[in-house]
């Protein structure tokens, strides 16, 4: 036996002896045998005389050997990375486009089976200029020939892993940019400025300039609904059609980073925006490539008009045709827009569903002058605040990077609590229903409702990566809303219920977005699925008076139910409303009459049980460690021993604003609470004693607060006693206080019963005013954290929309759906306190009067204030004897609000795209920047020059909410406030 050489090499050897001899007839043409020793004069059945001479494989290599046969260091390298080394070092040389284009050819030249013989080969390398030595091709004939030819799947996968260990750069950014692992967070402000210097670069390189104006007017002729928006392929078309120099890679990057949503709109002001900014920074270095336009300009040929080159005899021809069809038309006059606008002298009108206003022009009105395109100023989403926990379950999730990731409305929040920074994902165009988290940390799926009111938002589910915020898969064939999400332990299958009557269950692939299979659950309601974490293929569904456990066979594509619950002696509850599965395969239930059920190992019995847990349903249940946690609609924690008794070792009480427990995560030793009150709570979990509730206390300040129901009232203030400089107010009867600088909430007041509509603060936020949707008007008086209720009467059976102090805060003026405005003065009394009485009414309107606003300054030692209403209307009052006064007579008059939305200083809103298609719900004016914002019931909001008097003024517009209910700029002017109404939400916006 050779030195180093084992028994199996030398029969590995042997039989490579074999496959030589095949190999070198096969060159020859011929696949059978006997027919190529018939050629040479030999019978096939004796052994040839003499052994052909061959290379040896890489797999004979000995240790001791390079690949090229030189002497090395004795180093224990295993054969098939020698022989990898050895295909790597032969296609390093070439690009991966080069190896695609392989690829091709070699699917051109294979049989049906995919097969190809060693000169197809030889041939489709020959067709893309690729080398491979002849020992590459032997080792390659070797390890993928069979009975049929070469495999190509094989032999190009085996290939490409070779390239890949190639080194070559092109290779390697590939694999960052496909690398399965979370990525880096890049701070935008970064990308931004790479993006500015790649475009500065390209100018100074090709000499040459971006012409601004043209492609501005080729984009407000695109933008038909002035929203400063148009489609991606029309922000290509346009580029090339206007021959700028821009395109390829750096085209596409611009264009996806002025995609703000994802949803293939670019905002064109932003892209002009850079492209303005990259073209000054070039000229600041280069003065002289500022000439450029004007040189460009003399080069240019000057063509002749068309008309220049008719006679005089056929012009005067044309003219003539022309004169008659345009007289032909004068006969027949077009019909009346129901929405127009014009200038008459000096006044304004606008006619709207038949009722026609007119206002008188502002002060400095000058059309030569004004710009229709939308400010420079952008906004952008910088928070959210509030979590839906109201009526979702299992919606708080960790990432692998320790990220929390939960939604409300239809934005994903991405919360990093150890930097305090949000990031969203706001790809959705519907309230988002139900969240799941795979198990690498990163894979996320969310699912949402289906649109009453816009029927082209479809039900679906997005699948989408945390740590690039891209979608990689849209899955629809909904029909109502998505209930329920849950994946698969460490595979890609995802489950989801569809919420029609019969509770559809459908089972995903979503590595390629496919539908394996589906069922109906054929019960009432569905509140929870999860997989087994032990046995993946197990998944099981609860709720009204439903458990059930099912098996998913991929081979057959089929979905079984395998079993039920076996109650025994067992109270059966008529909710099982949630589930949680561990490592061990325990699945652990919680249910309406407050039990805690555990069914061991993947079984349907039950092994232990803790008989009424709570005082009331339980909402939420998860291991740690050696203890169960769980959360009730009783507002507390409690943590159970996992033993035979099942201990109760532990217990956290919420406080009774925050209302029940929804979901318990934690991530470390960081235990966070969902509560129904739509609040996230944290607290630091205890190292020490027999429980992790051991002295625990909860952090001083919330993740998030906010409201559970209708959410239509906010003002803002100047920073109160409490820290926060804007408050909101909703139909649940909670007011919230918030910071917009350190993005925190600031403290909550619940008053039981109440549901507000509409709030109002004063300058210090102090005092704080309040309408209700039954009628009733409360004022309150804010002391540190103290609150004393200094005025509560029902003043009207309807509801109160509006509510307004005057800038001396002795007024309020209220308005509503009685059509009137109820003025309450302070006044004392004659035992020397002040208290709150009635004026009187200002009565005139004709519909329910939606906003208020005082003038700023005194008028004839009296205020004046303006109300609107939805028709529109708009009309002026005397604030001390409550009489109504002339329009023309409040022309030079400013308002220390503007919040009507109805004046002659936003009258361009009315003549836009968008109150055609939805109602203009709530505006404000940031005068200091000459800002206006516009919320709608589309759920926009849009950001405008001020004042907006003009038709075919273009905005900024943004998407958020389902709708936009009322928007207030912060008394800094640095961001933008909205709140949506039903969808509980409210969103801070940075004005950048």
Known sequence: MPLGQSQAQIYNRNADKKIQRNQNQKKNGSNDTRTLDRKRGKSPYNPPMRKPKRSPQATELTDNQTLEGRKTENVTVNAEDKTMLLISDNVSEYSRQRMRALQMSLRHYSNVDGRISVKELNLACQD??????????????????????????????????????????????????????????????EKDADLLRRLEELLVKDNTFFDIESLRLAFQLKDKQKTGKISNDEVFDIVALKQQPLYGALLKALVKRCDLDNHNIVSWPEFLSFLEKAQKNAWRKYPEMSSLPELMKSKTPVVPEASDMLSNQTKSRLVNRLLKKVKRILLYPMSTINDSGCSDGDNLTLTKNGHTIEFSKPVGYDTETVKLEPPEARLKLDWVYGYRGNDCRNNI???????????????????????????????????????????????????QVCSKHRPHNKP??????????????????????????????????????????????????????????????????????????????????????????????EESRTL???????????????????????????????????????????????????????????????????????????????????????????????????????????????????????????????????????????????????????????????????????????????????????????????????????????????????????????????????????????????????????????????????????????????????????????????DPVVDIDFSADLFHNHFLLRSCTNAPEILYWNAQNLDEVDMSECREVSWMTEKCKITASNIGLWWSKLEQEGDINCVDVYTDSSLIVMGDSCGNVCLYRYPCDRKGMYCHMYHGHAAVHNVSFSRDGHYVISVGGKDSCVIQWKIV
């Open 128 to 189: 893309n200029a690729i080398q491979l030595n002849s020992r590459v091709v032997q080792i390659l004939q070797g390890k993928f020939e069979d009975q049929h030819g070469i495999n190509i799947d094989k032999l190009f996968q085996y290939l490409s892993e070779a390239h890949s260990r190639s080194g070559r750069d092109s290779v390697m950014a590939m694999h960052l940019r496909n690398d399965l692992e979370p990525h880096m967070d890049t701070n935008p402000e």
């Open 560 to 846: 079984q139910p395998v079993a039920q619950p076996q109650y025994d002696n067992y109270l059966k509850a008529k909710f099982i409303i949630f589930l949680e599965h561990n490592e061990k395969g325990d699945l652990v239930t919680g249910d309406s009459n407050g039990t805690i059920y555990i069914w061991a190992d993947g079984g349907n019995k039950i092994t232990n049980f803790v008989k009424h847990a709570h005082d009331g349903p339980v909402f939420a249940v998860m291991f740690y460690k050696n203890y169960i946690l769980s959360g009730g609609r009783d507002g507390i924690v409690y943590c159970w021993q996992c033993n035979k008794n099942m201990d109760n070792v532990g217990e956290l009480q919420i406080p009774r604003s925050e209302g029940g427990i929804r979901m318990l995560q934690f991530h470390d030793d960081t235990f966070f609470i969902g509560t129904t009150m739509n609040s996230m709570l944290s607290a630091e979990l205890s190292t020490k004693g027999n429980s992790p509730l051991s002295g625990i206390q909860l952090d001083p300040v919330p993740i998030t607060q906010g409201h559970y129901d209708d959410l239509r009232g906010l003002v803002v203030m100047h920073e109160s006693q409490l820290g926060g400089d804007f408050l909101t107010a909703g139909t649940d009867g909670v007011v919230c206080w918030f910071n917009t600088e350190r993005r925190d909430p600031v403290c909550k007041l619940m008053l039981k019963g109440m549901q507000f509509t509409c709030v109002d603060s004063s300058f210090d936020g102090k005092n704080v005013v309040l309408g209700t949707k039954n009628g009733n008007l409360v004022i309150l008086k804010i002391e540190g954290e103290s609150s004393s209720e200094v005025f509560n009467n029902k003043i009207t059976k309807d509801r109160i929309d509006c509510v307004r102090f005057s800038p001396d805060y002795t007024i309020i003026a209220v308005g509503g759906h009685d059509c009137s405005i109820h003025m309450y003065h302070f006044v004392s009394k004659s035992d020397g306190s002040f208290a709150w009485e009635m004026k009187g009414k200002c009565v005139g309107h004709r």
């Open 397 to 447: 999730h960790v990432l692998a990077n320790g990220e929390l990731v939960y939604f409300i409305s239809n934005i994903v929040v991405l919360y990093d609590k150890e930097h305090h920074k949000q990031r969203h994902y706001k790809e959705h165009t519907e309230y988002i229903k139900c969240i799941a988290l795979h198990s690498n940390g990163v894979t996320i799926a969310t699912g």
């Open 460 to 553: 679906h589910i997005r699948i989408w990566r945390s740590d690039t915020l891209q979608t990689t898969h849209v899955l629809e064939e909904f029909e109502k809303s998505v209930m329920c999400l849950a994946f698969s332990n460490s595979e890609d299958i995802l489950a989801a219920v569809d919420n029609t009557p019969d509770k559809r269950l459908t089972i995903w692939n979503i590595s390629s977005g496919e539908l394996i299979t589906e069922t109906e659950v054929n019960t009432e309601l569905i509140c929870d699925i999860s997989f087994n974490k032990k046995y993946p293929e197990l998944l099981v569904t609860s709720g009204k008076e439903h458990l059930q456990w099912w098996k998913i066979y």
